[in-house]
Nanobody, 113 residues
């Protein structure tokens, strides 16, 4: 599975961004894959931000983003999304998409004034 993230950028505190992760390749069925978003800030370990089941009915979030971030998916487009609202400077990180053992290259999110 190849994963490509997009949608990162710079935003002021309190702002919003929507990240996308498009999956492609052969030998997999996107609708059968659980998907996750991780992030890694400078000098810190990579951490799980949110996950979603294959059908989209089950989601989970890190405590630090609950109520602010929403993970969703469109199985018809082989894409998973991360809607990020009320962003804080501590959300600054490279955000990665993960499926099975495959990782994307990440997209940078910077929150600052």
């Amino acid at each position: 599975v190849q994963l490509v993230e997009s949608g990162g950028g710079w935003v002021q505190p309190g702002g919003s961004l929507r990240l996308s992760c498009a999956a492609s390749g052969f030998g997999f069925t996107f609708s059968s894959l659980a998907m996750s978003w991780y992030r890694q800030a400078p000098g810190k370990e990579r951490e799980l931000v949110a996950g979603i089941s294959s059908g989209g009915g089950i989601t989970n979030y890190a405590d630090s983003v609950k109520g602010r971030f929403t993970i969703s998916r469109d199985n018809g487009k082989n894409t998973v999304y991360l809607q990020m609202n009320s962003l804080k400077p501590e959300d600054t990180a490279v955000y990665y998409c993960k499926a099975l053992r495959s990782w994307g290259r990440g997209t940078q999110v910077t929150v600052s004034s």
